[in-house]
C-alpha cells in the first residue's frame, strides 16, 4: 500500500500560479507512475500530469506549457507547479500512485480559480 498526502491547493485569481505537493509513504519503491488527476463538478476525473517509471512524463493537452510536474525521490514527494492558471483548471486535484497492480489516491486539494 502507498499513502499518499496532498496539500497546497487554494484559491487564485486567474493568471496566478500554485504549487501541489503530495508526500507519499509506504511501499513508495513499488511505484511505476505517480501524478495529479483533477476532477470538476459534474466532470469526470482526468489525468493532469503524471511520472512513469523511468523518467517519462505526459501532461493533458490543455496544461501543457503551463504545469510542471517534479519529484523529490529523497523526500518521497511529487509536485504540480501550475502557473497561468485559468478557470477552468478549477477543481479537486488528487494524486495517484500505481504500485503493485493497484491504484492508490490521495484525499485531494481544492484549486479555486478566480475571475
Known amino acids: 500500500q502507498v499513502q499518499l498526502v496532498e496539500s497546497g491547493g487554494g484559491l487564485v485569481q486567474a493568471g496566478g500560479s500554485l504549487r501541489l505537493s503530495c508526500a507519499a509513504s509506504?511501499?513508495?519503491?513499488?511505484?511505476?507512475?505517480i501524478g495529479w488527476f483533477r476532477q470538476a463538478p459534474g466532470k469526470q476525473r482526468e489525468l493532469v500530469a503524471m511520472i512513469r517509471r523511468w523518467d517519462s512524463t505526459d501532461y493533458a493537452d490543455s496544461v501543457k506549457g503551463r504545469f510542471t510536474i517534479s519529484e523529490d525521490n529523497a523526500k518521497n514527494t511529487v509536485y504540480l507547479q501550475m502557473n497561468s492558471l485559468k478557470p477552468e483548471d478549477a477543481g479537486v486535484y488528487y494524486c495517484?500512485?500505481?504500485?503493485?497492480?493497484?491504484?492508490?489516491w490521495g484525499q485531494g486539494t481544492q484549486v479555486t480559480v478566480s475571475v
Open positions: 509506504g511501499m513508495t519503491l513499488s511505484i511505476t507512475a
Open positions: 495517484y500512485a500505481a504500485a503493485n497492480g493497484l491504484n492508490n
